[in-house]
């Protein structure tokens, strides 16, 4: 009797598996390097530090932070920014309901597998957007438009008009970045708390145990959350 594992399928995965096998290193890296940076690597160089600034100066970035062992080492200020101003993190949002989404699965809210379409009920009798799951949602290949322009201070429901974007592709067949995915999820998890705010669990779960304590929200006339601004020392990783 062979007992050997049976080998795994040599069939191509789908684009947005590869997609998000692709993503998921380089952001562990990155992650494990400003973890780790301040006791396995040299000292941090003044100079490269200066061409970094040089770069991000000419790229319209408005301010670097560079910090080790919980000491600043270097920071620049240019284009409009300051040490004690406060500053659109625009997709950097991302990253925050990043951590928001896991904590309501903790919560038990909903699991990232979950039929979007259970709970908003819209989407049922759609033939794509029926079968939307939370995590190709989130990873942004649930094949729904990108919806750049749910930023405009026009628009009155952000969330209402993002669930009735069209799909351009199969879910989980296409990546395509933009911030329909998240203002759609806006909208799940603000059924899922059920009355409760979207804010106050943000908060509570994310902001205030980051030490985030001086959040600037933009939000449409209905007070729904779509971006964030934050002083600048706010956006460094703490041990």
């Given at each position: ?23 998921r ?32 100066e ?71 957007k ?11 290949t649930d ?25 351009l ?7 395509i ?12 998890l ?32 209905l007070?729904?959350?779509?971006g964030?601004?934050?002083f ?8």
């Amino acid at each position: 009797m062979n007992s050997a594992a049976p080998k795994e399928s040599s069939r191509p995965r789908g684009r947005a598996r590869q997609h998000a096998e692709r993503m998921r290193y380089p952001v562990s890296f990155v992650l494990a390097f400003v973890l780790t940076s301040g006791s396995l690597f040299a000292a941090i160089q003044p100079s490269d530090c200066a061409r970094a600034a040089k770069y991000s100066e000419s790229k319209r970035g408005v301010s670097m932070l560079v910090m080790q062992n919980r000491r600043t080492v270097f920071e620049h200020y240019a284009n409009g920014g300051s040490a004690s101003g406060r500053w659109p993190i625009f997709s950097g949002t991302k990253s925050f309901w990043g951590v928001a989404v896991l904590a309501a699965v903790h919560d038990g809210l909903f699991r990232l597998d979950d039929i979007v379409s259970d709970t908003i009920t819209e989407w049922k009798n759609d033939p794509r957007k029926s079968r939307i799951t939370i995590r190709q949602l989130l990873s942004q290949t649930d094949g729904i438009e990108s919806g750049s322009y749910l930023q405009r201070a026009s628009i009155r429901d952000r969330n209402a008009m993002a669930i009735q974007l069209p799909t351009l592709a199969e879910p989980g067949a296409a990546f395509i970045y933009g911030p329909s995915h998240i203002q759609v999820f806006s909208e799940l998890l603000r059924r899922k708390l059920k009355g409760r705010s979207a804010i106050a669990y943000f908060e509570g779960h994310v902001s205030n145990r980051l030490g985030l304590h001086r959040l600037n929200y933009k939000k449409d006339s209905l007070g729904i959350i779509t971006g964030s601004k934050l002083f600048r020392q706010l956006c460094c990783a703490r041990p």
